[in-house]
């Protein structure tokens, strides 16, 4: 579907969100591509049984674990990455062997057209449905008793949707988001860190949820960043980005609006871009600092294409910053000191993290994408998001054979079978059962010398 429609997928994207080409290829297509031939090729090994560790008790029984589909799923999309974000869980499910409702956002119409026509031409009609519409028909939906629900979007549609769950205790995986940070701390390439920044974050102009929410360091290090990150701004989008065709913009008239009286309200000093234009729904890339840790523009996620800078004294300042509110989807790391990088990474928790980049790690589908607390529960990408879509079922084959041995567990109960019962069904007794064998075998052999 995607190689036979990918002009179409790409008027689409454009249409919604005035997606560059590169970008929409790179973070639309490419990404998923990658997925399902990933799944394609480790499906078989996903698959097969689980055998695991057994005790002299279970000694002769078959003891795995089985994937099996959960049944049939609820997949619902944001419209920052309209595409990407629908059909990546998709793989998961359709690996896993689930049948599965699918919800676009109804705020990236161009993309929620195209695939309410394309999938029913590509997916079988009985497994997979294409649902449309805005927050009345998503209620709706909810209320239908699904084996699971995959959502990715806002914090405060994500309690609306666990309600709806709750009704028939439906599991459910949360794709969120949050502020995540960027933390540029010691010695470091202060160009590269500018360029991969610059890129991290205006991506798609900002609208990503693991993009930089805002950047920490010290006064020191903003005095040589601003100018570099004003530097890499204009190698990458010119003098004038409104002109630019690689710079998408804002969604809607009511994403812009809420964007611009953040910046409005923010007492920060903007040092770079600002302008905006409501009709063409631009905002320019913006950063900003003197921004304290109660400003506007911490009050939220930013969701776009500006970038507030806050000064800490330290690096234990950071992390302490950091750890004092919600864990975030992501959090990012430059420094050429590996000790920095360590101390991070050891000292916080996050879904994901990065050193000296930016949003880069999911385009992996080895590593898992999800958050943690605040910014989302599960995880999905390559096997796991198979794991997300199947049941692990715990099996036992068990035969008729040492039937003596299981009297062991039958009334009348004595102290003796008890004992018995504690030492076969421990760790040691599989190290003396193994012992015995080989003892057993090495009389024999010296038995027939």
């Keep these: 579907m995607v190689n036979e429609n990918e002009e179409q997928i790409l008027k689409a994207l454009h249409q919604d969100l005035a997606k560059p080409k590169f970008e929409?290829?790179?973070?639309?297509?490419?990404?998923?591509?990658?997925?399902?031939?990933?799944?394609?090729?480790?499906?078989?090994?996903?698959?097969?049984?689980?055998?695991?560790s057994k005790s002299l008790a279970t000694r002769f029984d078959d003891?795995?674990?089985?994937?099996?589909?959960?049944?049939?799923?609820?997949?619902?999309?944001?419209?920052?990455?309209?595409?990407?974000?629908?059909?990546?869980?998709?793989?998961?499910?359709?690996?896993?062997?689930?049948?599965?409702?699918?919800?676009?956002?109804?705020?990236?119409l161009a993309t929620e057209n195209l695939m309410a026509e394309l999938i029913p031409r590509y997916l079988s009609q009985d497994c997979y449905a294409v649902v449309r519409g805005g927050p009345?028909?998503?209620?709706?939906?909810?209320?239908?008793?699904?084996?699971?629900?995959?959502?990715?979007?806002?914090?405060?549609?994500?309690?609306?949707?666990?309600q709806a769950a709750?009704?028939?205790?439906?599991?459910?995986?949360?794709?969120?988001?949050?502020?995540?940070?960027?933390?540029?701390?010691?010695?470091?390439?202060?160009?590269?860190?500018?360029?991969?920044?610059?890129?991290?974050?205006?991506?798609?102009?900002?609208?990503?949820?693991?993009?930089p929410d805002y950047l920490l360091c010290t006064r020191a290090t903003q005095d040589t960043l601003v100018p570099a990150l004003r530097q890499a701004l204009e190698d990458f989008y010119g003098t004038n980005p409104q002109t630019c065709p690689d710079l998408s913009r804002i969604v809607s008239p009511r994403h812009w609006t809420r964007l611009m009286n953040l910046l409005g309200r923010s007492k920060g000093k903007v040092v770079v871009g600002g302008e905006s234009n409501e009709e063409d729904k631009y905002i320019a890339p913006t950063v900003l600092v003197d921004v304290t840790e109660d400003d506007a523009l911490m009050e939220e996620e930013i969701f776009g294409p500006i970038l507030p800078i806050i000064t800490v004294e330290s690096l234990e300042k950071g992390i302490e910053f950091i750890n004092c509110r919600e864990k975030p989807l992501a959090l990012y790391v430059f420094s050429d000191e590996s000790s920095v990088i360590n101390m991070v990474l050891e000292k916080t928790s996050s879904g994901g993290f990065v050193s000296n980049d930016g949003i880069i790690h999911m385009s992996l589908p080895g590593l898992p994408f999800g958050?943690?607390?605040?910014?989302?529960?599960?995880?999905?990408?390559?096997?796991?998001?198979?794991?997300?879509?199947?049941?692990?079922?715990?099996?036992?084959?068990?035969?008729?054979?040492?039937?003596?041995?299981?009297?062991?567990?039958?009334?009348?109960?004595?102290?003796?079978?008890?004992?018995?019962?504690?030492?076969?069904?421990?760790?040691?007794?599989?190290?003396?059962?193994?012992?015995?064998?080989?003892?057993?075998?090495?009389?024999?052999?010296?038995?027939?010398?």
């Excluded at 018995?420 to 069904?425: D, G, P, Q, S």
């Design 166 to 211: 709750s009704v028939h205790l439906t599991p459910v995986t949360l794709e969120l988001g949050g502020k995540c940070p960027g933390f540029i701390y010691g010695h470091v390439n202060i160009v590269a860190a500018a360029r991969r920044l610059v890129w991290a974050k205006f991506f798609n102009a900002g609208q990503s949820c693991v993009a």
């Design 63 to 108: 003891c795995f674990v089985q994937r099996e589909p959960l049944g049939v799923v609820l997949i619902i999309a944001p419209w920052n990455y309209p595409l990407q974000l629908l059909l990546l869980p998709l793989v998961g499910a359709i690996a896993a062997g689930n049948c599965a409702v699918i919800k676009p956002s109804e705020i990236s």
């Design 371 to 449: 958050g943690v607390g605040g910014s989302g529960w599960g995880s999905y990408h390559g096997r796991w998001g198979f794991e997300t879509f199947s049941h692990r079922k715990a099996c036992m084959l068990r035969g008729w054979a040492l039937e003596r041995l299981n009297g062991l567990r039958y009334p009348p109960y004595r102290d003796d079978k008890l004992g018995w019962l504690r030492w076969t069904a421990s760790p040691k007794s599989k190290k003396f059962f193994i012992t015995g064998i080989l003892l057993a075998l090495t009389v024999t052999m010296s038995s027939n010398l």
């Design 24 to 52: 929409a290829i790179l973070s639309e297509l490419v990404i998923l591509t990658n997925e399902l031939h990933y799944a394609i090729s480790n499906l078989r090994s996903w698959m097969q049984p689980e055998y695991v």
């Design 136 to 162: 009345e028909e998503t209620k709706a939906l909810l209320e239908n008793r699904f084996d699971h629900i995959f959502y990715t979007g806002s914090q405060s549609v994500a309690r609306s949707i666990l």
